[in-house]
């Protein structure tokens, strides 16, 4: 009987072992590859799970949306978390409601980049801000029905 167990054991282990050698494996193919606007292989898992989902494609990186907001450039920016369950409802209606009115909707994932976001005054997620002439012109915080967000880019973005 205590023969069996033991099997059984380990069995059970040589199985998570696997599991954990493919999970890992699966992670390293999927951070390597060229579309990985991020430069580095040292990601959160939330972050690796949305690599390959096209609500979270137009990625901006903190030093880019800085030179892009010191410049005066007009710029509208998603801040988001992978693992923050109100964007993981709202990305998927604001991504292609932002696609389908041409706005140029940047995404800066908070998961990653938290400490950056300081400088952005950001304090939740989802948080939608809308810049112009190197100056916060508006925002949302918090998630809120497709309604507002269509009459935000309304106002703010394709005026």
Known sequence: MKKKLFIFGGIIIVLFVALFFVTNYQNNQTVENEDNPYGTT????????QLDDPLYDNQVMPDELSETVESGE?????????????CQQTTPYLAPLAEDMEVDLKKFNLLEFGQESLAYGIESTPTVVHYENGEEVSRLVGQHPEEEYEAFFDQYVLD
């Open 42 to 49: 040292d990601l959160e898992q939330g972050t690796i799970d």
């Open 74 to 86: 007009e710029a509208t920016v998603y801040f988001y978390s992978p693992d923050c369950a109100y």
